[in-house]
């Protein structure tokens, strides 16, 4: 019996490993979600590293582009 206690509390013990290291894998994972959210905010439509962050195709990306271009000649015209 007492090799089978033994081995119980090892098997217990590296269930409770195995649980710790999938909570904190799952905080690190949400962290980096979390941080790639707050960086893609800051970005513009029409720019390249906003089109690779919302996985845009090359032609949604260069409408966006020749959009925000126009709108950047007619705010200028404006002014």
Known sequence: MKLLEKLQKKKTKMQEQ?????????????????KRKERT???????????LANRQDVGGLMHDALERRR???KDDKKH
Do not use: C, F
Request: positive net charge.
């Open 18 to 34: 195995i649980h710790r290291g999938r909570v904190k894998t799952e905080q690190i994972r949400a962290k980096k979600l979390r």
């Open 41 to 51: 905010k800051s970005l513009e439509p029409g720019t390249i590293r906003y089109g």
């Open 71 to 73: 709108n950047k000649r």
